[in-house]
């Protein structure tokens, strides 16, 4: 998504141990009523800040690992000569 004309990425994420989920493997196995309750509250979140987010497409969990892996290799550049 696009939050004050940045790029701002999150992750869905289903609770591995929970067996009412756990079945669910990509984002077309989620609900679709669930989808669009999604798009709505990132869409509405920051309005009463006057900010503007725009939400493009969901991506894939190929996707979603390798930004989890690029910010942690990120974190780990930044912060690899903290005490």
């Known amino acids: 998504m696009i939050d004050s004309g940045m790029q701002d990425d999150k992750i869905i994420a289903i609770a591995a141990t929970d067996p009412s ?3 669910i493997k990509t984002t077309e196995g989620l ?3 669930f ?12 309005v009463l800040e006057n900010k503007k987010v725009v939400i493009d497409r969901f991506q894939d969990a190929a996707t979603a690992c390798k930004l989890i892996t690029d910010s942690i290799e990120r974190y780990k550049e930044k912060f690899r000569h903290s005490p």
């Open 21 to 23: 989920v756990n079945h």
């Open 35 to 46: 989808m669009v309750q999604l798009r709505h509250f990132f869409e509405q979140y920051k």
């Open 31 to 33: 609900p679709p009523h």
